[in-house]
């Protein structure tokens, strides 16, 4: 059975502060999901993952993440990608506060 | 409390230089990160959902009021005016920047603290009773054990690269305030026949994906033997603990696989082996030890200004009722500070907080400060007359909440509003149900309920011996709550059963609630406790209020 490819994004965090940071299509690592690159090929996640984990001196821990298309770009899927869009839910800390 | 010699000074400012060496190399390129992970982790730095999280060591909840205050500078200097403290009596910095993070190690080496071994497969810090030193029913100051074993690991070549991590609680108390039963060895203390202090050993106690409650391998130790013994103990399990799977390899499991009579002949075996090279050297260290731990000159004066006080203001009696304890002196109590005030991130103190508490323990409190696995902060000895003027400097810092032991005073775990690892989030599910009960005011009504919930089953918010457990999962998807009932984790340590089908978000206040107004309806009187009340009546009754739809209608 082939398993379907659900879209995704690239994402990590920043090397010197920590913050939730996103691939975009021009290579650049955003603070804002919405910038990602959206990934529906199966092969072509796989090169930006590769190019991502060669980027330790920037980011660190890169992975693949679901995600879908919205309004405004990229929108997380599960409710850990979500939080990561925002921060902590007991201070309005993190990006929801302007870090 | 204990204080650096030259060598633990020069070991711990070598150690934040040989850090600050290697950020640098981190960040200009020359290390990778699964070159410099390790070498962070080693120095309590984790990577956690939002940022980087530094965790400080308050070795076995003892701080003195130069390092809360330190904390307070280091939570305002480097992050966001506020602390963590840990249901491991450790403190969390939840924001510092990886390149301020020699400066934060600096700042804390100049208090005589560090981050060291808060991680990795290490004997992590020992944690103690947090009222080690001035409770009525202690057998003696436990804390010269710790730091003796503290010396002893603290990189130790055979344990730098154990199986896994290994933790140890102590208590000096037949009363189990430090959950000994739920460490990979936890003792307390017990007098032989003949009234002398000893140990009794417990091993292979944890919590987690696998909870166990620990078992006695030695009944009764003599207090000289602890540390050839401890090390006996760390040896066997070193050659036999698992290391080709990270979820077998705790010595609980170790303990499991072999049976405890095996594990205990092996031990007893390796002891005898070892015990001669010990002799004379520990003795004289501890009697050192036992100096720095000698307690303050307690004060006699009259208690008058704490009776009074108690009949003119009932804030103050309440508060008395709920956040004393039993000194070793008639005339002294033990103040626990809730940092539990309903709808307040549990553990969480800003740097003014930080700092009254350092003022009112310099004030009143003999310069003594402790850290709670509970994640309250403790004044251990105050006396009575000087109550009523701790309550108020309390109230003015907003830590005056008269709550603790009862419903609203939870355990939480960072979930995932913070940790990496976590499944679902505990602040909020914390918040919400200690909001709630403030405002049914049902708190005092209900009494002693410990409630604990943890984000995920590594268990740090000790959900397993909550009276009620939470366990926040991640259910395709979507954050699912399951409940255990009838945890205990004294002594008598009891692992919660599971109730059933777990409840999402949006339900778990509720379901709690349901859980309580079962027992207030079921209880013989007032003075049948939550945990006494389920020992009585099982599991039953309370699956019926938390899932049968006519008992729920019944109840609206
Ligand atoms: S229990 Fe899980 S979610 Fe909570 S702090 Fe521990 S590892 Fe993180």
Known sequence: MTRLFTPKVVTANDLLDGDVVWLTEDGRWSRSIHEAELLEDEAHATIRLLLAQSQGRRVVGAYLADARSGEHGPEPVHFREAFRTRGPSNYSHGKQGGI | MYAYNDFDEAFVRERVAQFRAQVERRINGSLTEDEFRPLRLMNGLYLQLHAYMLRVAVPYGTINPTQMRQLAHIAEAFDKGYGHFTTRQNIQFNWPKLRDLPDILDALAEVQMHAIQTSGNTIRNVTADHFAGAAADEIEDPRPYPELLRQWSTDHPEFQFLPRKFKIAITGSPNDRAVTKAHDIGLRMVRSADGVPGFEVIVGGGLGRTPMVGKVIRGFLPTGELLPYVEAVVSVWNLLGRRDNKYKARIKITVHEHGLDEIRRLVEERFAEIRPSFSGVDPQLLAGFKQHFAGPDLAVRPVDAFDAARRADPAFRSWSDTNLAAHRAADYAIVTISLKKPGATPGDATSAQMRAMARIAETYGHGELRISHEQNVILPHVHKSDLPAVYRALREADLASANVGLVSDIIACPGMDYCALATARSIPVAQEIAERFDALKLDHEI????????????????????????????????????????????????????????????????????????????????????????????LEPFKAALYDREAQADAA
């Open chain 2, 447 to 538: 009494g002693p309920l410990k409630i604990k919930i943890s984000g995920c089953i590594y268990a740090c918010g000790h959900h397993h011996v909550g009276h009620i457990g939470i366990l926040g999962l991640d259910r395709a998807g979507v954050e699912n709550y399951q409940i255990t009932l009838g945890g205990d984790g004294t002594e008598d340590m009891v692992l919660g059963d599971k109730t059933g089908p777990g409840f999402s978000y949006d339900e778990i206040s509720d379901a709690v609630e349901r859980i309580v107004r079962a027992y207030l309806a079921l209880r013989l009187s007032q003075a049948e406790t939550f945990l006494q009340a389920y020992k009585r009546v099982g």
